[in-house]
């Protein structure tokens, strides 16, 4: 049967979309925080494509910002992608609805086979969906409901699919991620707990757990390179975001860890893996 995180394959590409000057307008996800400052989080979003090319040797492909999708650089809701397959969402905003087109035609490009989400009832945002390399954990939050769950199951039917109670404002990838091929990190906060508790009940497989003093620190990207001999990375919030959680990081030992802000964009409802598409395997070209 193999192991915990052996479908988290080697990757090769990543996907991001450039920030536009529109993102300046979004209100705020948090309150009473400043406004955002645009300039600010084009460079983040810089570093974070230098980061992904640079340091973890990943082919990136950049869609150029549209103004008519404020959120656009949030193209992690748009799509689930399992080797060669990518569900494309359907957002629970349907604002956020036309941000898909774009991320099709580029998964389209790279040769996946795109499965759409025709049925009107279902919502699903790409954050609420967390894999583990065996089984898909899909939250149901304000965000995705229990008809794109189904659909998740439908798409990958060699996976279980489980359904996670998510509650308050966030989404599933929000309060945990994988920190490891056989790690469950998980934020420190009531909701995050109770899913990673839900989880636990949930699978047959066992998986180790790190708790994290912030949420925002589980929303963590573990991937393994497509360069032979060079061990697996996980991007995560590096100090100058999240102080608190870099001591308890350090235990994944098994990781080449790899720090960046996004502070500037977490103002308009960004987490980590929210911001790129990982294609886990080399896609059919």
């Given at each position: 049967?193999?192991?915990?995180?052996?479908?988290?394959?080697?990757?090769?590409?990543?996907?991001?979309?450039?920030?536009?000057?529109?993102?300046?307008?979004?209100?705020?996800?948090?309150?009473?925080?400043?406004?955002?400052?645009?300039?600010?989080?084009?460079?983040?979003?810089?570093?974070?494509?230098?980061?992904?090319?640079?340091?973890?040797?990943?082919?990136?492909?950049?869609?150029?910002?549209?103004e008519?999708?404020?959120?656009?650089?949030?193209?992690?809701?748009?799509?689930?992608?399992?080797?060669?397959?990518?569900?494309?969402?359907?957002?629970?905003s349907?604002?956020?609805?036309?941000?898909?087109?774009?991320?099709?035609?580029?998964?389209?490009?790279?040769?996946?086979?795109?499965?759409?989400?025709?049925?009107?009832?279902?919502?699903?945002?790409?954050?609420?969906?967390?894999?583990?390399?065996?089984?898909?954990?899909?939250?149901?939050?304000?965000?995705?409901?229990?008809?794109?769950?189904?659909?998740?199951?439908?798409?990958?039917?060699?996976?279980?699919?489980?359904?996670?109670?998510?509650?308050?404002?966030?989404?599933?990838?929000?309060?945990?991620g994988?920190?490891?091929?056989?790690?469950?990190?998980?934020?420190?906060?009531?909701?995050?707990?109770?899913?990673?508790?839900?989880?636990?009940?949930?699978?047959?497989h066992?998986?180790?757990?790190?708790?994290?003093?912030?949420?925002?620190?589980?929303?963590?990207?573990?991937?393994?390179?497509?360069?032979?001999?060079?061990?697996?990375?996980?991007?995560?919030?590096?100090?100058?975001?999240?102080?608190?959680?870099?001591?308890?990081?350090?235990?994944?030992?098994?990781?080449?860890?790899?720090?960046v802000?996004?502070s500037?964009?977490?103002?308009?409802?960004?987490?980590?893996?929210?911001?790129?598409?990982?294609?886990?395997?080399?896609?059919?070209?």
């Open positions: 049967m193999g192991t915990p995180g052996e479908g988290l394959g080697r990757c090769s590409h990543a996907l991001i979309r450039g920030v536009p000057e529109s993102l300046a307008s979004v209100e705020g996800a948090g309150a009473g925080l400043p406004a955002l400052d645009l300039a600010k989080a084009q460079r983040e979003h810089g570093v974070l494509g230098g980061k992904l090319r640079q340091r973890l040797g990943l082919q990136l492909l950049e869609l150029p910002p549209e008519s999708l404020p959120l656009g650089p949030l193209l992690g809701d748009t799509a689930v992608i399992q080797g060669d397959t990518a569900l494309i969402t359907r957002p629970w349907p604002a956020r609805r036309p941000e898909v087109d774009g991320v099709r035609k580029a998964l389209q490009d790279l040769g996946l086979r795109i499965v759409e989400m025709a049925d009107e009832n279902a919502t699903l945002d790409g954050t609420d969906v967390l894999f583990t390399g065996r089984e898909f954990f899909v939250g149901l939050s304000k965000w995705t409901n229990h008809r794109g769950a189904e659909i998740v199951a439908d798409t990958f039917r060699d996976f279980a699919v489980s359904t996670v109670p998510v509650s308050g404002p966030s989404h599933l990838r929000g309060l945990c994988m920190g490891g091929p056989r790690t469950v990190v998980a934020g420190s906060s009531e909701a995050a707990q109770k899913a990673v508790r839900a989880m636990a009940v949930l699978t047959d066992p998986y180790a757990s790190l708790t994290l003093p912030d949420d925002a620190a589980a929303d963590c990207l573990f991937l393994r390179p497509g360069l032979p001999g060079v061990p697996p990375f996980l991007l995560h919030r590096g100090g100058g975001d999240l102080p608190n959680s870099q001591e308890a990081l350090q235990k994944l030992s098994d990781v080449t860890l790899v720090p802000s996004c500037e964009l977490e103002k308009v409802g960004a987490g980590l893996s929210s911001l790129c598409l990982v294609l886990s395997t080399r896609p059919h070209s």
